[in-house]
């Protein structure tokens, strides 16, 4: 049988092994920041991180990324907010997400995040890419859509500035992404970029003009 470890990093509730609620905030101390800038917040009744990228980023790893975790298989899960921020340009989607397989450097990762303000579009192109993969490096979000248009993202009804519960299952060289408690999955990638032996840590992940928030950070290894 596989063994089981389970980890849970909290942003506001975890549960002891006597099943009591304790209050237990994950500060930015706890992460490793790369081209963002974190610190602690209160959002929508909750403990959480914030994040906005510094100054301009130069490439998709605009990343915290969890200590102390080494992560192959299993099923991570989050609560996330992304929005706009006031400033940001009219391209801004309030690119929000979740990486894995990270390494500390943030040389290497997979990433699933969405775009909020997509998902309830007028506009039914854009509601199609509510939802999105991407690997770095070699595959950002460009090049998957110009090569394999529509097998890397999909439409999923989320809204910005809300709070949005994700779930991801990763086995080897596949990972299903799974939104506000779905029984299917939105987005299946069955094909992993970086290959089915890499191994890392947890980020949490935004976009350019971004402010997000994330929360309730549990992670399951399954080795």
């Known amino acids: ?37 974190v610190e602690k917040s209160i959002y929508k009744s909750k403990n959480a991180l914030a994040l906005k990228i510094k100054g301009e980023a130069d490439a998709d790893n605009t990343v915290a990324i969890l200590k102390d975790i080494d992560f192959h298989n299993g099923i991570i899960e989050a609560t996330i907010s992304g929005q706009p921020l006031a400033n940001a340009g009219e391209t801004a989607r309030g690119f929000v997400g979740i990486a894995f397989r990270a390494a500390l450097d943030a040389s290497k990762m997979e990433v699933f995040y969405l775009r909020p303000t997509n998902g309830r579009a007028n506009d039914q192109l854009r509601r ?52 506000n408690g779905a029984s299917e999955p939105t987005l299946i990638v069955n094909d992993l970029k970086q290959g089915k032996d890499i191994r890392g840590s947890i980020g949490l992940w935004i976009g350019p003009g971004t402010l997000g928030h994330f929360t309730d950070v549990k992670v399951t290894k399954e080795d």
């Open 1 to 37: 049988m596989t063994r089981k470890l389970l980890f849970i990093l909290v942003l506001s509730i975890v549960f002891n092994l006597n099943s009591k609620a304790q209050n237990k905030a994950i500060i930015p101390s706890d992460v490793i920041p790369f081209q963002v800038a």
């Open 128 to 179: 199609n890419h509510s939802s999105q993969y991407i690997s770095i490096p070699g595959y950002p979000w460009e090049k998957l859509r110009k090569e394999t248009p529509g097998q890397y993202e999909a439409y999923v009804d989320i809204l910005p500035a809300e709070w949005i519960k994700i779930k991801i299952v990763v086995k080897d060289e596949t990972a299903r992404l799974y939104v």
